[in-house]
Each structure stands twice: as C-alpha cells, then as structure tokens.
C-alpha cells in the first residue's frame, strides 16, 4: 500500500533537511519501470506501433483511400508494401488508417472509463448513505446489461463520423469493476489523518475528494487505465469484426481482419498484417500495465 501523498511529501522534507538529497516519487517510479525489462520491452513495442501508425502514413505514397487499379489483391511489393486488397487499396495504408482508429478509440475510451470509475466510486466510498446506495445502483445495473447487443443494436449511430460516440459508448460499459475497488479503498481513506484533519479545516467534501482522495489512489488509476486501453482495443475490434463497431467508410483493425479473413487462405497479406498489429500492440500495453503496476508497488511483485 502505497503511503499517502502528504506523508511522502513530509518524509522528504525531514530529509532534505538532513541534507540528503531525495528524488521525487515519479522519478523512483520511472526508475523501476525502466529497470524493469517488461517495461523496457513494452515501451519500446507501444512506441513502435505509434511510430509506424501515424509516420508510416506520410512516406507512403498511397492514401488509405487511393485505389491502384492496376494492381488486385497483389502480393507485397515495392510499390505496395502489404499488397492490395480486392478494391486496389493498398494494405499498408488501410492498416495504418485502422491502427490510427484502434488507438485512438483504445486511449480515449480507457481515459473516460477510468475517470469515471474515479470519480463514482471516490463519491459513492466518501458520502456513503444514499448517494452510495444510487450509485451502486447504477453500477450493478451496468454491470448486468448485454454490453455487447447494446453497442451492436446502437452501431447505426456510429457511421458518418460519429465515432466519438462509440468511444463514449465504449467507455460506458468498462469502468464498473474498477469503481467498486475505489469505492472500497475511499472508506478506508477517508478515515486517514490528513483526510480528517482536512474536514476539520473546513475543506469541502469535493475539494477533498479531487485533491487528496482522488491523487491517493493514482497507482490503481494508472495501472487500471493502462490495461483498460488493450481491453478498449479488443472490444472495438470485436465489435467491428461483426461490424457493430467503426462503420465505412472508415476503417480499423477489426474491419480489415474481418475483411481479411475472406481472403486469409489465398492472400494471406490482407490479414496478417492487421491481425499480427492487434497481437502486438495488446502485448506491448499488458507488458507496460504489468511493469508500472510493479514499479507503483513494489510489494505485488514479491507477492505474486
């Protein structure tokens, strides 16, 4: 259990002021991570992936839109780099296309889920009573509806652009668990010493719960919505293999691998590339989820 932000923040100054100089926790934290080689590892697989997403793009000489059609289901070559699909389209650059949309709709769905998972279950542990009791509520009830026939009976609604609403949609169905755990670690938070002594001061139930409670629980946070962005990732591509998910004209990885799997036994091109892209990047952020859970806690690791 990692101590308190203002017990940290009295430690080091008691040794500052021996003298000694003491680093900041962020920089122990990076220490560890780096020092880890699954951190290493990953960092360095999830940089590569956001290298070649949204570089790669602009040394092509194709569009994700362009149509060769000289060129049908062509193998790899020097003028097209993963060959061509059925249309003409170069693969390379439907690929990166899908990779730009998995990732974006993986982090930003992972960042809304995991603020609200924060902030529910930060207000349901602190007040308790009838605001816990409503939004338990809420949470259960979410937690039992058919995620995915809701999504898939919404999916109309996503085409035209209107991708940011399957993002909102997705976030909406992946931070229940993760409230619950907040909610459990804010009723033994709110009873610290510096939580009281701030209620004793006259802070507001708000300010406390986004400026002391909220922080403390940073380590759970990061580490959840760093594993919530393979499950975001997974889940859109699952959706759009059945296309439930990214409509056309757009494209992402779970619209080219269903496409792809057409194709699969006699171009093998058209899938492989998506697919082995998807298993690369959930590797790389389940490796980084596991070495920054380590480096914020050092006693999981011993533990396991």
Do not use: C
Not at 12 to 24: F, M, Q, T
């Amino acid at each position: 259990m990692t101590l308190p932000e203002e017990q940290l923040t009295e430690q080091r100054s008691a040794v500052a002021e021996a003298g000694v100089r003491v680093p900041s926790r962020g920089r122990v934290v990076a220490g560890r991570f780096f020092g880890s080689g699954w951190g290493r590892a990953g960092f360095a697989l999830l940089a590569a992936v956001f290298l070649l997403a949204f570089a790669g793009p602009l040394v092509s000489p194709w569009s994700y839109t362009d149509k060769d059609f000289t060129a049908f289901m062509a193998p790899p070559s020097a003028a097209h780099w993963f060959g061509t699909l059925q249309t003409g389209a170069d693969v390379f650059a439907v690929t990166m296309r899908g990779m730009q949309k998995s990732l974006v709709v993986g982090l930003l769905a992972a960042l809304v889920s995991t603020a609200l998972a924060a902030v529910i279950g930060a207000f349901a542990g602190y007040f308790l009573g009838w605001t816990d009791r409503m939004l338990t509520w809420v949470t259960d009830l979410l937690l039992v509806l058919p995620a995915f026939l809701i999504l898939a009976v919404m999916s109309p609604m996503f085409a035209g652009g209107q991708w940011p609403l399957f993002v909102f949609m997705l976030a909406l169905f992946l931070w229940m668990v993760t409230s619950k755990v907040v909610r459990g670690m804010t009723v033994s938070l709110k009873e610290r010493e510096f939580i009281l002594a701030a209620r004793f001061m006259g802070v507001s139930p708000t300010r406390i719960i986004f400026r002391h409670v909220i922080p403390n629980l940073s380590s759970l946070l990061v580490v959840d919505a760093t594993l919530n962005v393979s499950a975001a990732i997974l889940t859109e591509t699952s959706l759009s293999y059945f296309g439930f998910g990214i409509q056309p004209p757009d494209v992402s990885l779970g619209t080219l691998i269903a496409d792809g799997a057409k194709t699969a036994s006699y171009a093998p091109w058209t899938f492989w590339f998506a697919a082995g892209l998807l298993i690369v990047t959930v590797l790389a952020v389940n490796m980084i989820g596991d070495a920054l859970r380590d480096a914020l806690d050092p006693g999981s690791r011993r533990s396991r």
